[in-house]
């Protein structure tokens, strides 16, 4: 284990790569920590709070091939175990197969989401299945049927302890490991949980269905007319709905050495609506645009409502700006409807999972202002907490200032509370000044108001991706 360093010492990796999504606080950290006793620097952490709030994100251990953020890396999961009203910190990378390869080398061997390098089938080891793309595990961490699972992009998952441990790749009940996208929903009458799965290969997208006790139960699936990057998607009560933007796999693409994922406004947008209770999609054609996150979807009426940020094209950097969304689909009619909330530059959004497919009211997500010191920040970089009203259109706002803040996770009362947003907000944010990380607690009723309360990390937190509040009883 790597010994902790005092802020002001060098805490990241051994190399240098030139990508904004490599410097600063998306800098890599290779030590592994366990901190008792966090300090607590505003606020008090509430006494009746029990959970763990893990976050993952990319993390490469080796400097990389080629690189594009945010779709390679190695899974590190940072967890801030709460109970008592004291809070203790761990990390941990993901211990993928591809890692295990990698760390065999001594150095990179895969090439990039986008931009794949050959990989000899001779690193493998017998009964590693040899693969030309990494799985880094490091988009996401959820909690189903009792299992922590760190989730990539599309590809095989992992189940952690919760320690942080990898125990092994998930396999969902069945014989072989279950192949998961990022983003996963929940259905609130039954548990079960819809994860989508997509190739690069084919224009098949696959809806598995996992009971609330993590079993595989059900896969359906539905053709696209080329193979397509899906995040993200969204459910209802009575829907899986799938929006593709054309952002596409090209092979010939790689093969002249440009990027495999091109986007081909030609091809349009396609909406499928995939009935819950069976029978074929409901199929909606319309202008391009891609997304990465949705919020939350619900049925009102004879209607579809789903919020989401907008990317008017598929960029991984210098793109246009993202903004939120509501779109209003007329499953009946085949059509949609689009209106904005503001201009605000956001992405990340979240909201109160325990009401996930019903109808929500909040929406919480982050965005950038001009009290951020740095000039010309890289995609992804927020200082601000954003709490919108769908019913009013009005924003509530925590403005950190200069500190760098990601998603915030919504963190619901002990007991569930009484309303929508009775809660707190939980995220991760870093003081580029003192290079130092806090874990931010806010009231999810009153954002706008000072902390519930900052706690001190022992080591920097770059910046991530994906996380939940996991309760305990």
């Not at 017998?126 to 909690?143: C, H, L, R, T």
């Not at 779109?327 to 996930?356: C, Q």
């Given at each position: ?30 030590r ?40 390679d ?41 986008t931009r ?83 190739s ?36 209802t ?81 210098n ?55 740095e000039?010309?920040?890289?995609s ?35 007991g ?33 108001e ?17 996380g ?6």
């Open positions: 284990m790597w010994p902790l360093a005092k802020a002001d010492e060098p805490v990241d990796v051994p190399w240098v790569y030139d990508d904004p999504h490599l410097s600063g606080n998306f800098l890599p950290v290779l592994e920590a366990d901190v008792q006793d966090l300090r607590v620097v505003a606020g008090r952490i509430p006494s009746d709070l029990r959970g763990v709030y893990l976050r993952n994100g990319p993390n490469p251990e080796f400097r990389p091939i080629s690189y594009a953020y945010p779709l890396g190695d899974g590190m999961i940072h967890a801030v175990y709460i109970e008592d009203g004291k809070a203790r910190y761990r990390n941990r990378f993901v211990k993928t197969a591809s890692l295990a390869v990698e760390r065999r080398a001594g150095r990179a061997v895969f090439g990039s989401f794949p390098s050959p990989v000899d089938p001779g690193m493998f080891l017998p009964g590693e299945a040899p693969s030309q793309i990494k799985n880094g595990a490091f988009v996401n961490i959820i909690w189903h049927g009792s299992r922590l699972i760190a989730l990539n992009e599309a590809t095989t998952s992992y189940e952690m302890s919760a320690e942080l441990d990898t125990v092994g790749q998930w396999t969902a009940g069945g014989s072989e490991p279950l192949r998961l996208g990022a983003h996963n929903r929940r259905h609130p009458r039954t548990g079960d949980l819809f994860a989508i799965e997509y690069w290969r084919t224009p098949t997208v696959k809806i598995h269905r996992i009971n609330a006790s993590g079993t595989l139960v059900d896969t359906k699936s539905v053709d696209l007319p080329m193979p397509t990057m899906i995040h993200d998607f969204v459910l009560e009575n829907y899986v709905v799938l929006i593709a933007g054309p952002a596409v796999f090209d092979i010939q693409a790689a093969r002249a050495g440009r990027s495999m994922l091109q986007w081909r406004p030609d091809l349009g947008l396609r909406i499928a609506l995939l009935p819950l209770a069976g029978g074929a999609p409901i199929w909606i054609e319309g202008e391009p645009f891609f997304v990465f996150h949705f919020a939350n979807g619900f049925e009102r009426g004879q209607q579809i409502i789903v919020d989401y940020v907008q990317h008017d094209k598929f960029a991984l950097a793109g246009p700006k993202p903004t939120f969304k509501r779109m209003t689909i007329d499953p009946g009619g085949r059509s949609f409807k689009v209106a904005s909330f503001s201009d605000e530059l956001t992405e990340f959004p979240r909201f109160n999972h325990l009401r996930e497919a019903l109808a929500t009211r909040y929406v919480y997500m982050p965005t950038l202002t001009s009290s951020l010191k000039l010309s920040p890289p992804a970089v927020f200082n601000t907490v954003l709490k919108l009203d769908t019913e009013t259109d009005r924003y509530a706002r925590h403005d950190l200032g200069n500190q760098i803040v990601g998603e915030a996770a919504f963190v619901p009362k002990p569930g509370g009484t309303t929508e947003d009775d809660g707190y907000l939980v995220a991760f944010t870093y003081d580029p000044v003192e290079r130092r990380s806090n874990l931010l607690l806010l009231d999810a009723r009153r954002i706008e000072p902390p519930v309360a900052v706690i001190e990390m022992p080591q920097r937190v770059p910046q991530g991706l994906h939940n509040w996991v309760a305990r009883g």
